[in-house]
Nanobody
């Protein structure tokens, strides 16, 4: 089964930046897109962004548009990044990497995504 490993989380001050990475164990056409969700304590898992694995079509949650950028590594088909700028305390959460199929692309429900990585913690605080 496809395995996903996130990295790049940490503690950053408000207004700062972080870049998260997601490394997939393989490139497979079984999954059309790869994306990010986040979950803060006591809250449901929330869609952040997703990108088509081949055609690089990105979609973003309204809460991160203009601040976050999802992209693929052109040299490595199995790596996807999430560049996060102008971070806010409300961005504090455990960030998960995941995949979805072509038929589910455009959905923001966590039920339409999987498998999932183990998550990387992002904390925005002064």
């Amino acid at each position: 089964q496809l395995q996903l490993v996130e990295s790049g989380g940490g503690l950053v001050q408000p207004g700062g930046s972080l870049r998260l990475s997601c490394a997939a164990s393989e490139f497979t056409l079984d999954y059309y897109a790869i994306g990010w969700f986040r979950q803060a304590p006591g809250k449901e898992r929330e869609f952040v962004a997703v990108i088509g694995w081949r055609d690089a079509t990105p979609l973003y949650a309204d809460s991160v548009k203009g601040r976050f950028t999802i992209s693929r590594d052109d040299a490595n088909d199995t790596v996807v990044y999430l560049q996060m700028n102008n971070l806010k305390p409300t961005d504090t959460a455990l960030y998960y990497c995941t995949t979805t199929s072509f038929s589910k692309f455009g959905s923001t429900s966590s039920r339409d995504f999987g498998p999932w990585g183990q998550g990387t913690q992002v904390t925005v605080s002064s």
